[in-house]
């Protein structure tokens, strides 16, 4: 969950954000609220985008292992025993969308889920609602529409509306 920044004209880093030595469990406090001590949970194979005109970069997905989920106190979100999972499904995937501020160095939890495999809510397809979001998954490609402001996100390998077994989407 650390976030660097590289100049590449200086050739060097910078720590920006999380925690040091990184820790599993983010802090998500409330949802749509900038805080300098929220963060994201640790995470791989999420799909993401920055936007230079308001600076921000954006989170969706991805995957926390078996072990970092359990020793961070992650929950899943509906019941199901681990031995349903093949190998490949111990990672336990994501559903939330972050928000990184480089103007305050703040982290805001926009939408999705704070648990591990949330399922997916579909609404009717073409109508935007508050309450859709895409189901927990990783290794989706991302990418963002200026002109419209959107991000767009597609595939990837998870969890369905209706199937707690991870799937192609």
């Not at 791989?44 to 920055?50: I, L, N, V």
């Not at 292992?65 to 990672?91: D, Y």
């Not at 999705?112 to 309450?131: M, P």
């Amino acid at each position: 969950n650390d976030l660097w920044r590289y100049k590449v004209n200086e050739n060097t880093w910078t720590w920006m954000s999380g925690m040091n030595p990184s820790v599993a469990r983010g802090k998500y406090g409330e949802k749509g609220k900038a805080h300098v001590e929220n963060f994201s949970v640790i995470r791989s194979h999420a799909a993401g985008f920055y936007e230079s005109s308001t600076q921000e970069f954006w989170l969706f997905g991805g995957i926390v292992n078996k072990g970092v989920s359990e020793t961070s106190g992650m929950q899943c979100n509906h019941s199901i025993r681990i031995e349903q999972f093949t190998k490949i499904n111990l990672a336990r995937k994501l559903n939330d969308l972050w928000k990184y501020r480089l103007n305050d160095g703040t982290w805001t939890w926009i939408s999705g889920s704070d648990t591990i495999d949330a399922l997916g809510i579909y609404g009717s397809k073409g109508n935007a609602s508050a309450e859709n979001v895409p189901g927990s998954r990783y290794g989706a490609v991302g990418w963002y529409d200026r002109l419209r402001q959107e991000f767009w996100v597609f595939g990837g390998y998870g969890i369905s509306a209706n199937s707690l077994q991870g799937t192609e989407i």
